[in-house]
């Protein structure tokens, strides 16, 4: 099967250009005459020595529109996510509209393979994804996508890192909680590169730290934004407004809150290091009005991340995007349609890195290895319809029509074999078999066929990507750590 990554979106395009502009002047607005909440003094400080306005007595900081610009500008508008294959395969160049797709988190809970019922998660769980991630082609990347309740908190950024990296050779980007644990992630990567300088140069990890919507750069978090930052690493920094609850209920204001927020992150990462590598963020959605709950299978999900799309390119900043989650509590049918919609919506707007896209039910708590499965699939046939029409002389075929005329057949042509693997998407999962074979076969639905692949993968020998002597290495330097 041709695994496809990388390839150009922007064929869906949800806001016109004169619509990014109001979107754009009403944002800069914002920042001129409400501001953010800076509640780090570090961050204020960063602000105000670069020209902001800050008033202490409620931490609110108003950034002029030409600060705004220019402190957007600093960002890279392209950064490479590497993998740790050699011949660079598994890399993600991550920025314009080329579309690489993955895993998400953080989920608490886990549905086992085969199961409807879900359980706590555990690290025993970032094992067996990243081991599914690793030989599904259509998943790009890994983002840790589970919470393994069981180790302190102290200790979750360093052990979900390490085992990780253990188990796949995918890029691994995941969330992170404290300052000793980022400094302790970057510390065990930097061994795995041989140095930091060599991680810096080709950093197989990322980051996620959250600008807390709306209009807040949180104390805590803002803290881990500035030390990723500070060491080179690259960080996304994402906002989650809900349509009516933590922004407008229009999905226009939505937008407004959600672009000033992320890039509120952007630039206090530029000023904690100009140059560094960030992704502009989203995760925006929509609330439950009768609940306040947050919904990830909406519609409006995809229609909000495919517009935030437009406005990264606008700002031409590298975008991590959200799609191909799913409300639904079980693999069912909502959980396909509503997957498969918003990741086809968010990918042909030329989402970057479209975190979410795999695995996850019942409001982004639960990630379930069936899914993994079945969403490797969606992902496949998504990334077809990404790569579109090619339109040459070649796949024209004007000499080969001539060749064989009215009335003939194409079956047995070398032009057939030639693109017969490439031009169709050949599905690993799907039943395309007569009633018959399919009945005599087990008549068995998407969901035990996924459960079945779950298992072959999982019951063969686990492969190690990190050498015995750097794990014994970490056990021996960095406290709480359990052997990966």
Not at 26 to 38: C, K, N, P, S, Y
Request: charged share 25%; with cysteine; aromatic share 6%.
């Amino acid at each position: 099967m041709k695994a496809r990554k990388g390839l150009s979106g922007g064929q869906y395009k949800p806001l016109s250009d004169q619509e990014i502009k109001k979107i754009h002047e009403t944002v800069l607005r914002v920042f001129d005459e409400v501001g953010i909440q800076a509640n780090l003094p570090e961050a204020r400080n960063l602000f105000r020595n670069a020209g902001a306005k800050v008033d202490e007595t409620t931490n609110t900081v108003k950034i002029p529109p030409g600060l705004v610009e220019e402190l957007i500008g600093r960002a890279p508008s392209v950064i490479t996510l590497y993998g740790r294959a050699e011949n660079g395969k598994l890399d993600c160049e991550i920025g314009g509209n080329k579309v690489y797709m993955g895993t998400g988190g953080t989920a608490l809970n886990v549905q086992d393979p085969g199961s409807d019922d879900s359980r706590r998660a555990s690290l025993e769980d970032i094992k067996n994804m990243a081991r599914l991630v690793d030989v599904l082609d259509n998943i790009h990347f890994y983002m840790l996508n589970v919470y393994p309740n069981e180790i302190p908190a102290k200790d979750v950024d360093v052990n979900r890192f390490g085992t990780a990296l253990n188990y796949t050779r995918k890029h691994v980007m995941g969330g992170v909680y404290t300052i000793e644990g980022v400094r302790n992630v970057i510390k065990m990567a930097a061994s795995i590169a041989g140095s930091l300088r060599k991680l810096k140069e080709r950093p197989f990890i990322s980051m996620v730290t959250c600008v807390v919507s709306p209009l807040r750069l949180d104390e805590h978090y803002s803290q881990l934004t500035i030390e990723a930052a500070q060491n080179g690493i690259p960080v996304a920094v994402p906002a989650e407004p809900l349509c009516g609850a933590t922004s407008p209920v229009t999905l226009a204001g939505n937008l407004v809150v959600l672009n000033v927020d992320t890039l509120a992150g952007v630039m206090l990462a530029q000023l904690a290091n100009p140059g560094s590598p960030t992704l502009y963020g989203s995760v925006a959605s929509i609330a439950d009005l009768r609940s306040l709950k947050y919904l990830s299978g909406a519609v409006e999900m995809g229609l909000l991340n495919a517009a935030a799309a437009q406005m990264a390119q606008f700002y031409r900043l590298p975008y991590y995007a959200t799609a191909g989650m799913s409300d639904s509590k079980v693999n069912d049918t909502q959980a396909g349609y509503e997957s498969a919609i918003t990741n086809l919506m968010v990918a042909l707007a030329g989402g970057n890195f479209i975190h979410d896209a795999a695995g996850f039910l019942e409001f982004c708590m639960t990630a379930s290895y069936d899914k993994l499965v079945i969403d490797n699939e969606i992902l496949g046939m998504v990334m077809r319809a990404v790569e579109g029409i090619q339109v040459n002389d070649e796949t024209l075929a004007f000499e080969l029509i001539k060749e064989i005329g009215p009335g003939g057949a194409y079956v047995s042509s070398n032009h057939t074999r030639r693109h017969m693997r490439t031009e169709q998407y050949i599905s690993e999962l799907s039943d395309i078999e007569d009633r018959e074979i399919w009945q005599a076969a087990g008549a068995k639905e998407t969901k035990t066929r996924a459960t079945e692949k779950v298992r072959e993968i999982l019951d063969s020998p686990s492969r190690s990507f990190v050498p015995d002597a750097i794990r014994k290495q970490f056990k021996k330097e960095i406290s709480g750590i359990i052997d990966v």
